[in-house]
Every structure is written in structure tokens, then in C-alpha cells.
């Protein structure tokens, strides 16, 4: 009796823990990147009131008999299943797909997490809702990004310019039509930087010089001012490909626009898509790109699945500003929770695995969307019954061993 009282209590002390692991995870229900965990019970020992028989020639074997003690929590173990994402369309809120975890530095204590809600600081850094600085790699001037080193703090310079680029090649394609007379022209208008980000206007004029010949010329401003180019004679096949100039490019000497360095005018060859033809019918030569740009300043951010962080600039523009670093373990469930749905490396959890999503077994990320709870309420419902009516079982086990010992102490009488 004294035993069923005691193996009752410790079935007490183990439901009220399983309940108060349910009521945790039905609490964190909304929580974004919350794991669940379940409480896992097991037998503590048992008393062994008869050892087994062997059996002999004359009679059989005999089993042990034995008492259990009770029981006790074995382990809290976490799921750390995927969560349903929620689409917020927020620029800075970014999810995990699969396996990983975000990289945070909390007061010099390296941390991880699966809440992706971020926000910018007074300083341009990325940082969590508690203040931890998210880890990553800084881009350098001209956008690229070495992930080979350590992760460190990313800074998003808010309101820094990125410096002009002059236009140094133009290319040009299309069809100029077959059937078009000696002197016909088709122009073309394109606006070009100096060295200085300024704009030029600049008029190009293709104008049919003999058959299957065209000249092209140039100008630029109001009133118009022409410059010189080299290799500007297109010359065609009776096939309508092009054949001249032979490197397929025209020039535009250092100078020859104001503040300007040289120029190439790529027309591109047979080879390429946007070739230059001479075919009938159609007429739609035109100025394809430009590599030159103004000053720009930062107007919005993207976050690429491989979390590379692209910024958009007034000019255009788009440069790489970082990327955000991914860890992964070899198990995650021995992870440590802290607060701030955080959690920490254990001697259990291997060591963090760092490195960009979408390579050695890291998930990727889906920016403007926030991973859910992966709790689920009609599961925590179920296993609250559970914990309820275990703990109310073994609490009418407490008083049924009291009634029969108060039986017992009333023989006397």
C-alpha cells in the first residue's frame, strides 16, 4: 500500500509535468518559429519480490515477479518540424524552408533561431525583436560577397549613394530593312553617363550609304554637335547577315563626348540574339542596353532565397548588400532553449554548421513570409485529456491506498 502511494505520486509529479508542457506549447500556439516538445515518460525501477526459476527435468521454470516504483519524465523532446509559413508581404520578415536556423549574436553570446521577423536599428543593423544582431556577410564596394569567412553583424547602409558609372558599352540590335533607298536613315536615341554620372543625349543615325551598306553617324546635345566613330561602316551579306565591321563593334573615341570615356557599340554578329540584319519588311533597329548610371541612392530592399540581400537604387541600379548565414546541426533537437524563441549549441547538438541556405543540407529562405508555430491545438487538446485524467487517476490511487491503510489501522479496534 505504501508502495501504490508512493508509485502513485511520482505518476502525479510526471502528469502535471506532461501538463505543463502542453500548456506551454498551446500558449506559444501563435508564436512565430516555435517548436513543440512532448514529455516522454518511462518506468523508474522495479522491486523484485520472487527471481526466476530455471526449469529442470521435473519441473518447469518459474517467472520473476516484480513491483514497479512508479514512473518518471524520461525526456522533454522537442519537434522541430516545419511550421506553416504565413505570407506578410513585410521586406524584412524572412522564413526558413527546411532544415536551419538564423545566426544571431545576443550581447556576445552566439545564438539561433527560427523567428525571421526582423527590423533595422538606429545603426542600419539587422536585429531581432529582442535586439540580437543577425550574422551574415557584408558585400563590398562593388557587391561581392566572400561567405568563406566568419559571419559578422550585417549593416544596411541606409542613405549611403552609389557611385556613378559611365557608359563604356552600348549595344545595339535589330533589323534595318532591306527594301530602305541610298540616303534613307534610322535613328536612334540612347542617354549615356559621363564620368561624373551626368546625362548625355545622344542621337545615332544609321543611314544607307549603298546596297546592303549602312554608315553610321553621331550627335549629341541641343543644338546638335556630331562626334566621330571608327569602324562605322555596317556592311551586310546577300543574306541579310552582317559582316563588317569584322569584331562587330563600333567606336567612340575617349573625348569625343564631353566628360566621356571611350565607347564601344557592340552590334551584335550571326551568333548572338540581338543581332544586326538587313532583312525586308521589317524596320526595328534599336539600342538594346547601356552599362552607364547615374548617382542612386537606396530606395528598397529583396532577399533572394539564397539570402542574398539586393538593394534597389533610384538609377536602376541593383547591388548585392550581404548575405544572411544559415546553421544547421547534427541534431537539432539537443538544442538548449533561451529566451526570445532562441536557442543555443549543446554538447548534444553538434556543432553549428555554418555556412549560405541551399547548400550542404541547409534549407532556403522565402523572404516576406514568417514560419508558424508547428503546434497543433487538436493534438495539445488530446494530450491535455490525457495529462488530466492520468494525474486524476493517480490521485484516486493516493486515495484508495490511504482508505486501506486507514483499514488497517482500524483492525485494532
Same mark, same amino acid.
Given at each position: 500500500m505504501i508502495r501504490s502511494m508512493y508509485a502513485a505520486v511520482t505518476g502525479l509529479r510526471s502528469h502535471q509535468t506532461m501538463m505543463d508542457v502542453v500548456g506551454n506549447n498551446i500558449a506559444n500556439v501563435n508564436t512565430h518559429g516555435f517548436k513543440k516538445s512532448q514529455a516522454l515518460f518511462r518506468e523508474v525501477l522495479s522491486q523484485t519480490v520472487a527471481g526466476a526459476g530455471a526449469p529442470t527435468e521435473t519441473i518447469g521454470g518459474t517467472n520473476p515477479a516484480q513491483v514497479g516504483l512508479g514512473t518518471r519524465v524520461a525526456a522533454i523532446a522537442q519537434n522541430m518540424e516545419q511550421g506553416a509559413l504565413q505570407r506578410t508581404g513585410r521586406s524584412l520578415d524572412i522564413a526558413i524552408e527546411g532544415d536551419g536556423f538564423f545566426i544571431a549574436d545576443f550581447a556576445g553570446e552566439r545564438m539561433f533561431t527560427r523567428a525571421g521577423s526582423f527590423f533595422l536599428d538606429a545603426d542600419g543593423r539587422v536585429v531581432t525583436s529582442d535586439g540580437a544582431l543577425i550574422q551574415g556577410w557584408a558585400?563590398?564596394?562593388?557587391?561581392?560577397?566572400?561567405?568563406?569567412?566568419?559571419?559578422?553583424?550585417?549593416?544596411?547602409?541606409?542613405?549611403?549613394?552609389?557611385?556613378?558609372?559611365?557608359t563604356s558599352d552600348i549595344e545595339i540590335g535589330g533589323n534595318l530593312p532591306a527594301e530602305a533607298l541610298v540616303g534613307d536613315d534610322e535613328i536612334l536615341n540612347v542617354v549615356v553617363y559621363d564620368q561624373q554620372g551626368l546625362p548625355i543625349?545622344?542621337?545615332?543615325?544609321?543611314?544607307?550609304?549603298?546596297?546592303?551598306?549602312?554608315?553610321?553617324?553621331?550627335?549629341?546635345?541641343?543644338?546638335?554637335?556630331a562626334f566621330a566613330l571608327t569602324d562605322n561602316v555596317l556592311t551586310f551579306g546577300n543574306d541579310g547577315e552582317l559582316t563588317a565591321p569584322a569584331d562587330f563593334t563600333i567606336n567612340i573615341g575617349a573625348g569625343q563626348l564631353p566628360n566621356a570615356g571611350a565607347i564601344e557599340?557592340?552590334?551584335?554578329?550571326?551568333?548572338? #540574339?540581338?543581332?544586326? %540584319?538587313?532583312? !525586308?519588311? &521589317?524596320? /526595328?533597329? =534599336?539600342?538594346? #542596353?547601356?552599362?552607364? %548610371?547615374?548617382? !542612386?541612392? &537606396?530606395? /528598397?530592399? =529583396?532577399?533572394?532565397?539564397d539570402g542574398t540581400i539586393m538593394g534597389s537604387y533610384s538609377n536602376g541600379q541593383l547591388r548585392a548588400l550581404g548575405q544572411l548565414g544559415m546553421a544547421n546541426f547534427a541534431n537539432p533537437e539537443g538544442l538548449e532553449r533561451v529566451t526570445g524563441s532562441n536557442w543555443r549549441a549543446t554538447a548534444n547538438s553538434g556543432l553549428a554548421q555554418i555556412g549560405v541556405p541551399g547548400s550542404g543540407g541547409r534549407g532556403t529562405f522565402a523572404a516576406g513570409a514568417l514560419e508558424m508555430s508547428n503546434v497543433d491545438l487538436a493534438e495539445e487538446f488530446t494530450s491535455m485529456i490525457r495529462a488530466q485524467r492520468g494525474f486524476q487517476a493517480n490521485s484516486r490511487m493516493v486515495t484508495a491506498s490511504d482508505e486501506m491503510l486507514q483499514e488497517i489501522v482500524n483492525m485494532k479496534r
Open positions: 558585400a563590398d564596394d562593388v557587391g561581392d560577397i566572400d561567405s568563406s569567412l566568419n559571419p559578422t553583424e550585417l549593416r544596411i547602409p541606409i542613405g549611403r549613394e552609389v557611385e556613378p558609372v559611365p543625349d545622344v542621337e545615332l543615325t544609321l543611314t544607307k550609304t549603298a546596297a546592303n551598306q549602312w554608315t553610321m553617324s553621331g550627335a549629341y546635345g541641343d543644338p546638335a554637335t557599340l557592340t552590334v551584335g554578329g550571326p551568333d548572338v #540574339t540581338t543581332k544586326m %540584319s538587313q532583312y !525586308g519588311g &521589317l524596320a /526595328s533597329a =534599336a539600342v538594346i #542596353t547601356q552599362d552607364g %548610371s547615374a548617382t !542612386g541612392s &537606396l530606395q /528598397s530592399l =529583396a532577399i533572394g532565397a
